[in-house]
């Protein structure tokens, strides 16, 4: 052990940080008696390699003989010397969540010439996906990173250019949703570790994919979590130095809410944040549940209030946006608060650069769910089509499946419009139809991993995808390429898909119909108008105002045979807009269309 090698070249940050001189192990265990390295580089001796004391409860010290791949732990004595072997709290690579800590290179890895990668936030569309069930190659293993990195193709094809992977940091077996993180700054070794991960990012990057991580900071655990009393300390029985100690701790996932309150608490977070999008090159991330961050009981209440954890969210945001404006922080909570995406220093500004938007799923997994025809309400529709947030439609993330709607209780959209019979007429309809309306709608669309494909019941992080329906639904499968085609503006006629503008054309109540117009600029091959019938009636003549006169040519029809076999092939046609003056415009046409259907129609 060298106690002067910190001094002699200067290193910092924590963990085990690998250099030329060996290894430098740095721990915060302000309550410890005394601390230990052992590892391999040993023979797990627990009582040679002290530690330094520093500043601040801090503990370092080198070991010259440590490197690379070594395992280790750190041994904490407590004040009453007890002898605690402990997990780093920053190890970058695990063996499994009860194993030991490794050593891990993070410069090592040849990333070429890769560069972080995020689309225009107005032309992205995101794939939700879990890692365990996407892509499964062997029965009783989950999935991996080099499973996912087979589909870049795939995703490519569909016209995905942001994946966005559920949480994939050590937790306790191999299968899991991920929210249950017992090491935040390791990938779980099930999903290949580390490098597995980078390697992804490196071909989503050549692929014009950007890849986004969920983040989970309303807690940690709840087991195999060698954070919970870490240097033996801790009040009412608690989690100790990691945790809140006091009413505060409490969450739906146990008393494990990290303390917001504590310094090096809210430095280990904006840490972990930081090493994602600079050492992984990860394109942004997902906070999951934020409420229970910003609130105890994760609402408005102020005897709640953790003004802790809102300082820390805005730090997170706040030097995002000044190092890397590009990338995207999303937040998941679903209170529908201006405040969660206005700017830091605006107000309560928390800085989030979109949030999933809650009023949006919600009403439009109704009005695609509910039974009968005369109990949708189009004036619904037109709210979420118009709802916003800090007067940006992209500050939003709208869908109608996520790994949530699917699970918990509820199904697939499909399923949950005709139980145990998502090939049923009705379910592809209307889950067709809610589609369209994802990708039409002003914000960010997201589609969850299977929607594409039909998948049936609901999300299982032991139930994998499916990819034989691939062959059997392929025009399925295509009617969400083509509208993603359209969303994107690839073929170059739709650009006001990717507008901040809407308007609605009609709310029709009584047939069921709603038209609205999308546009970037306005004009030719701009300007986007699109209907949606949410009843099961042929519209065969039904007059509607048009922006402007002349040719609005049909880009898409969700009735088309070549989408399903099921399908009627309904022909809506082209359409000439004359002058007159229909729903405030002063052209109009008559336009045709098949029951539970969306129309998408530009100018060249």
């Given at each position: 052990m060298q106690s002067d090698i910190e001094e002699k070249i200067n290193i910092s940050g924590m963990g085990a940080i690998?250099?030329?001189?060996?290894?430098?192990?740095?721990?915060?265990?302000?309550?410890?008696?005394?601390?230990?390295?052992?590892?391999?580089?040993?023979?797990?001796?627990?009582?040679?390699?002290?530690?330094?004391?520093?500043?601040?409860?801090?503990?370092?010290?080198?070991?010259?003989?440590?490197?690379?791949?070594?395992?280790?732990?750190?041994?904490?004595?407590?004040?009453?010397?007890?002898?605690?072997?402990?997990?780093?709290?920053?190890?970058?690579?695990?063996?499994?969540s009860n194993g030991n800590s490794v050593v891990y290179d993070n410069g090592s890895f040849n990333w070429d010439d890769d560069e972080s990668f995020m689309p225009y936030w107005n032309e992205a569309v995101i794939y939700e996906l879990h890692l365990g069930t996407f892509n499964v190659k062997e029965e009783g293993k989950p999935g991996d990173f080099y499973t996912l990195k087979e589909k870049i193709p795939y995703l490519k094809e569909l016209g995905i250019n942001v994946i966005e992977i559920m949480p994939p940091y050590e937790f306790p077996g191999g299968f899991s949703w991920g929210y249950n993180p017992s090491y935040p700054f390791a990938i779980e070794s099930e999903y290949g570790g580390p490098d597995a991960?980078?390697?992804?990012?490196?071909?989503?990057?050549?692929?014009?994919?950007?890849?986004?991580?969920?983040?989970?900071?309303?807690?940690?655990?709840?087991?195999?979590?060698?954070?919970?009393?870490?240097?033996?300390?801790?009040?009412?029985?608690?989690?100790?130095?990691?945790?809140?100690?006091?009413?505060?701790?409490?969450?739906?996932?146990?008393?494990?809410?990290p303390d917001y309150g504590r310094e090096a608490v809210r430095n280990y977070i904006k840490d972990n944040a930081r090493m994602w999008l600079e050492d992984f090159h990860i394109d942004g991330l997902r906070m999951d549940m934020i409420p229970y961050i910003r609130n105890v009981n994760a609402d408005e209440n102020p005897d709640g209030k953790l003004e802790e954890g809102l300082i820390m969210l805005r730090d997170i945001n706040q030097e995002i946006t000044?190092?890397?404006?590009?990338?995207?922080?999303?937040?998941?909570?679903?209170?529908?608060?201006?405040?969660?995406?206005?700017?830091?220093?605006?107000?309560?500004?928390?800085?989030?650069?979109?949030?999933?938007?809650?009023?949006?799923?919600?009403?439009?997994?109704?009005?695609?769910?509910?039974?009968?025809?005369?109990?949708?309400?189009?004036?619904?529709?037109?709210?979420?089509?118009?709802?916003?947030?800090?007067?940006?439609?992209?500050?939003r993330?709208?869908?109608?499946?996520?790994?949530?709607?699917?699970?918990?209780?509820?199904?697939?959209?499909?399923?949950?419009?005709?139980?145990?019979?998502?090939?049923?007429?009705?379910?592809?309809?209307?889950?067709?139809?809610?589609?369209?309306?994802?990708?039409?709608?002003?914000?960010?669309?997201?589609?969850?991993?299977?929607?594409?494909?039909?998948?049936?019941?609901?999300?299982?992080?032991?139930?994998?995808?499916?990819?034989?329906?691939?062959?059997?639904?392929?025009?399925?499968?295509?009617?969400?390429?083509?509208?993603?085609?359209?969303?994107?503006?690839?073929?170059?006629?739709?650009?006001?898909?990717t507008g901040q503008h809407i308007q609605i054309i009609r709310t029709d109540n009584e047939?069921?119909?709603?038209?609205?117009?999308?546009?970037?600029?306005?004009?030719?091959?701009?300007?986007?108008?699109?209907?949606?019938?949410?009843?099961?009636?042929?519209?065969?003549?039904?007059?509607?105002?048009?922006?402007?006169?002349?040719?609005?040519?049909?880009r898409f029809n969700s009735d088309y045979k070549g989408y399903n076999e099921e399908f009627e092939n309904y022909q809506s046609y082209d359409v000439e807009a004359f002058a007159e003056a229909c729903d405030g415009f002063e052209h109009s046409a008559e336009i045709s269309i098949a029951p539970y259907t969306a129309l998408i129609l530009s100018q060249d």
């Open positions: 690998l250099h030329d001189k060996g290894v430098f192990f740095r721990v915060w265990a302000p309550h410890a008696k005394k601390v230990f390295v052992m590892g391999d580089f040993n023979n797990w001796t627990s009582n040679e390699l002290e530690l330094a004391h520093e500043d601040n409860g801090y503990y370092g010290g080198n070991v010259e003989n440590a490197n690379v791949k070594n395992e280790y732990k750190f041994v904490i004595i407590t004040q009453d010397y007890e002898e605690l072997p402990k997990n780093d709290p920053y190890a970058r690579e695990m063996t499994n991960l980078k390697e992804l990012v490196k071909e989503a990057h050549k692929n014009g994919i950007a890849v986004m991580l969920d983040a989970v900071y309303n807690h940690f655990g709840p087991s195999d979590l060698d954070l919970w009393q870490f240097d033996g300390w801790s009040e009412n029985d608690k989690g100790g130095i990691y945790f809140y100690n006091d009413w505060r701790s409490n969450t739906p996932w146990g008393d494990t809410r000044e190092k890397y404006p590009y990338k995207l922080t999303v937040a998941e909570d679903l209170h529908k608060l201006n405040w969660v995406t206005d700017r830091v220093g605006d107000g309560e500004g928390l800085g989030f650069g979109s949030q999933w938007d809650a009023a949006f799923v919600h009403p439009v997994r109704k009005l695609l769910t509910v039974q009968h025809d005369e109990d949708r309400d189009m004036n619904v529709a037109a709210e979420a089509l118009l709802h916003q947030y800090s007067g940006d439609y992209f500050r993330v709208i869908y109608t499946e996520s790994h949530d709607e699917v699970a918990n209780g509820s199904a697939r959209v499909a399923e949950e419009i005709a139980a145990d019979d998502v090939n049923n007429w009705y379910s592809k309809k209307r889950a067709s139809l809610g589609m369209a309306m994802v990708l039409t709608a002003p914000g960010i669309p997201m589609i969850f991993q299977g929607q594409e494909l039909l998948e049936d019941k609901w999300f299982s992080d032991t139930d994998p995808i499916d990819w034989s329906r691939l062959k059997e639904l392929k025009g399925y499968h295509n009617l969400h390429k083509d509208l993603i085609t359209l969303r994107r503006n690839l073929s170059g006629v739709t650009a006001g898909l047939q069921k119909i709603i038209a609205y117009q999308r546009w970037k600029d306005g004009g030719i091959k701009d300007t986007t108008v699109v209907i949606l019938n949410f009843s099961g009636n042929d519209k065969v003549v039904y007059r509607i105002g048009f922006p402007s006169a002349g040719l609005w040519k049909v």
